[in-house]
């Protein structure tokens, strides 16, 4: 049973920095793509950052590039991502997800493990 277990959330004023985390358990990962997608309320989950098994291919959406920096510790079977430069729109539940395409896709569907999800919620 893999488990994806999503932390580093919390609130914080526009501008400030949070570093999520998520963390596998059951079964090496190493092989899959990770993804984080957030959701906002009210919202469809959207794609924010895409990383492939060896780091070689790194996919960001378009309103965080230059805030947000995905990496992954294959050694401690853990993704990150590293958020600056916060704002309010990027207030969501952020959730980590793999998939076993080599590919980094975009929408939700090809992932088949995810998180229970971390609130990120940035103040004006």
């Known amino acids: 049973q893999v488990q994806l277990v999503e932390s580093g959330g919390g609130l914080v004023q526009a501008g400030g920095s949070l570093r999520l985390a998520c963390s596998t358990s059951?079964?090496?990962?190493?092989?899959?793509?990770m993804a984080w997608f957030r959701q906002a309320p009210g919202k469809e989950r959207e794609f924010v950052a895409g990383?492939?098994?060896?780091?070689?291919?790194?996919n960001y959406t378009e309103s965080v590039k230059g805030r947000f920096t995905i990496s992954r510790d294959l050694t401690k079977n853990t993704m990150y991502l590293q958020m600056i430069g916060l704002k309010p729109e990027d207030t969501a539940v952020y959730y980590c997800?793999?998939?076993?395409?080599?590919?980094?896709?975009?929408?939700?569907?090809?992932?088949?493990?995810w998180g229970q999800g971390t609130q990120v919620t940035v103040s004006s």
């Open positions: 990383i492939n098994w060896n780091a070689e291919d790194i």
């Open positions: 059951g079964r090496t990962l190493t092989s899959y793509t």
């Open positions: 997800a793999a998939s076993l395409f080599r590919i980094i896709r975009t929408g939700p569907a090809p992932y088949v493990h």
